[in-house]
Nanobody, 117 residues
């Protein structure tokens, strides 16, 4: 299983970024996908998830600003981030959670998002 994130970078407060996570080596359609983030000195936290059926879930801190989506044909999950705040600064990780047995979970290497003026 390989998950490769891209799209991170430096953006000013109020700006937007779109993260992508391209998967390979898996049957993408049977994996729930998610984005997590970890800021310096803090634990990794859930940002957003999307199930195999397309149901989404968001952390309260990003509701209304971030949108997770998936393209099964491209084996890619996206995170559209709008109205970014300095507190969104973190390394963002892609997660793949196999929905059927045998269960398994995989992580990408992470992409840095920095929100600063």
């Amino acid at each position: 299983v390989q998950l490769v994130e891209s799209g991170g970078g430096l953006v000013q407060p109020g700006g937007s970024l779109r993260l992508s996570c391209a998967a390979s080596g898996i049957i993408f359609a049977i994996y729930h996908m998610g984005w997590y983030r970890q800021a310096p000195g803090k634990q990794r936290e859930l940002v957003a998830t999307i199930t195999v059926g397309g149901r989404t879930n968001y952390a309260d801190s990003v509701k209304g600003r971030f949108t997770i989506s998936r393209d099964n044909a491209k084996m890619t999950v996206y995170l559209q981030m709008n109205s970014l705040k300095p507190e969104d600064t973190a390394v963002y990780y892609c997660n793949a959670d196999r929905s059927i047995t045998p269960r398994s979970e995989s992580w990408g290497q992470g992409t840095q998002v920095t929100v600063s003026s």
